[in-house]
């Protein structure tokens, strides 16, 4: 969903900058966290937020907001923190309507309007994947939505997708996914489903550095990303 139906990879990443800037008192939002984000596409928030906590000494500021919380640690502080701000500005739905991604927003009608079964399985929490695809239009053609408080472990191990195919009745071979990341693309991969890879801004320099991957293909001219895909899935 983050960085494929809609670009909140970037959203989140301004309201992090911004959320630093109040935490540490500094003149501008933060400019270490566009690429320490860009590193973290496709992880969790927690994994996103500890890295965040350490590399940029987090845990003193944020000691007076653990209290206030009424939370354990730092990253979850300022999880918290960031997931409050984000809603009240760049997570809007109306904001996000605005920054759905077109092309694979259209390649998910695309593929329920000719008969196959859709659904999300994202490394967001359910409720707010909820948000994000209920902003852009699609949550109610999803047969499935898995988010990330339903699964044990995270991407790139398998368990989100394998387990969206048990919902969804098929076989992993069946399952065709559209990821944006490596470390997405690396987990349909370990579910053994074929995987289309859509690069965004913040993905698309390292995957053009990657070794070609079995049963993975990039698709690179996002003005054709519908007839790509059905070329590839004729040759499944």
Wanted: aromatic share 6%; with cysteine.
């Amino acid at each position: 969903m983050d960085g494929t139906l809609a670009d909140t990879e970037r959203l989140k990443a301004m309201a992090y900058a911004d959320c630093l800037k109040e935490i540490l008192d500094l003149p501008d939002p933060d400019p270490r966290v566009l690429p320490l984000y860009t590193a973290y596409v496709g992880n969790t928030d927690r994994a996103l937020c500890e890295a965040m906590v350490d590399r940029f000494g987090l845990v003193e500021p944020l000691t007076p907001y653990v209290e206030k919380l009424e939370v354990l640690a730092a990253w979850e502080a300022l999880h918290e923190i960031r997931l409050a701000y984000y809603r009240d500005t760049y997570g809007k739905p109306e904001v996000i309507a605005q920054n759905q991604i077109p092309h694979n927003v259209e390649l998910l009608r695309h593929f329920k309007s000719t008969g196959r079964i859709v659904a999300v399985a994202t490394s967001s929490m359910t409720d707010e994947a909820s948000r994000v695809l209920k902003a852009i239009g699609v949550f109610d053609i999803l047969e499935a939505l898995v988010g990330r408080d339903q699964v044990t472990n995270a991407k790139p191990l398998p368990e989100i997708y394998l387990h969206t195919a048990e919902l969804l009745r098929q076989p992993p071979e069946a399952c065709l996914v559209i990821e944006d990341s490596p470390l997405g693309a690396a987990s349909a991969t370990a579910a053994e489903m074929t995987c289309l890879v859509v690069p965004n801004a913040f993905t698309e320099k390292v995957l053009a550095e990657r070794e070609p991957v079995p049963n993975q293909w990039v698709i690179d001219d996002t003005s054709d990303v519908i007839g790509e895909a059905e070329r590839i899935i004729a040759t499944l």
